[in-house]
């Protein structure tokens, strides 16, 4: 089976050498994969390996303890389907950089009470709907102007725009998949340039939260629903799909995507993805694909 092992570091440090790219090609002919010559997709930050293995699974966990030891990110997958088709991303701690109901909770002087709740339910340790419904019911009788406040100081992660463009350009379709609130995604889509979002409702009555959610709440199973359901309107294989976040809500679609990605996540996620990105940006994304930083889209 024909692999590709791809070598990321954070772009802002740009400090992937031919030093990392020989310790992993040795690391690879200890195991007896038969290599072609290493090809740069920018320079100082990605760099493919293209090998013969079987393992996959085997391979992985090598790659993971390289990286561990190297401070880069090493990718392993098949070159077959590279370039995915459809992308969905989770929005909170993925496409922006914090949890924006922590962010809105905070204006009512909830946040630390509320991140508990959250990280615990990123976590996999809460039911998610259950946390979800118990962080919103303190927010009973705020303001909707707390939203506006929240959206405001909501920031983009390094590298949002330019995967989800690059991906847009190249014929591939995206969605913001989130378990938080339409009134976010729906800006952060439009921000960003996905063609869709799907997320939650809270209800809102006379300009103030009545903390309470619409139903159905957008959850784990419903993120690995969307998955299937686009991938199957959209005629797109589900090896041809992609799927990213943090958290253990994102786990199901991350598994069953072609590619999943855990972003900078919780541990159990980061355990069992195919794939983890702990150091590079969202442009990562797009070196796992194959794309080389002169294809970017700004």
Same mark, same amino acid.
């Given at each position: 089976? *024909?692999?590709?092992? #791809? ?28 290599? &072609? ?54 929005? /909170? ?18 946040? =630390? ?29 705020? &303001? #909707?102007?707390?939203?506006? +406040? #929240?959206?405001?100081?909501?920031? @983009? ?18 969605? @913001? ?18 063609? +869709? ?14 903390? =309470? ?7 784990? /199973? ?16 589900? =090896? =041809?799909?992609?799927?990213?976040? /943090? ?23 980061? +355990? ?21 930083? *002169?294809?970017?889209? +700004?």
């Amino acid at each position: 089976m *024909e692999l590709v092992a #791809t070598l990321i570091a954070n772009p802002e440090q740009a400090s992937l050498t031919q030093q990392h790219v020989d310790h992993i090609q040795t690391a690879l002919e200890k195991v007896r994969c038969t290599q &072609s010559s290493p090809s740069w997709l920018a320079e100082k930050i990605a760099c493919d390996i293209i090998f013969d293995g079987e393992d996959l699974s085997t391979l992985r966990g090598m790659a993971q303890d390289e990286a561990s030891e190297l401070g880069i990110d090493i990718i392993i997958q098949p070159t077959a389907h590279r370039r995915k088709r459809l992308l969905l991303a989770d929005m /909170d701690s993925t496409i922006v950089t914090g949890e924006t109901l922590d962010e809105l909770a905070g204006i009512a002087g909830l946040k =630390e009470k509320v991140a508990a709740i959250t990280d615990r339910a990123m976590r996999g340790e809460l039911d998610f709907k259950e946390a979800l419904r118990e962080r919103v019911a303190m927010l009973k009788g705020l &303001s #909707t102007a707390a939203l506006d +406040e #929240t959206l405001k100081i909501t920031e @983009l992660n390094n590298g949002a725009r330019q995967l989800v463009q690059t991906m847009r350009a190249n014929g591939a379709y995206t969605v @913001l998949v989130s378990g938080g609130f339409k009134f976010f995604t729906n800006a952060v889509r439009k921000e960003v340039g996905f063609h +869709e979002d799907r997320s939650n409702e809270m209800i809102i009555v006379n300009g103030v939260l009545t903390g =309470e959610v619409g139903d159905p709440i957008l959850d784990r /199973d419903a993120k690995l629903d969307s998955l299937n359901s686009i991938s199957s309107a959209k005629q797109i294989p589900i =090896e =041809e799909t992609l799927a990213t976040g /943090d958290g253990a809500n994102d786990l199901p679609m991350i598994l069953a995507a072609g590619l999943g990605v855990a972003f900078h996540a919780k541990p159990i996620v980061e +355990e069992k993805a195919p794939a983890a990105i702990r150091y590079g940006d969202l442009t990562a994304i797009l070196y796992i694909q194959g794309y080389r930083r *002169e294809e970017f889209c +700004e």
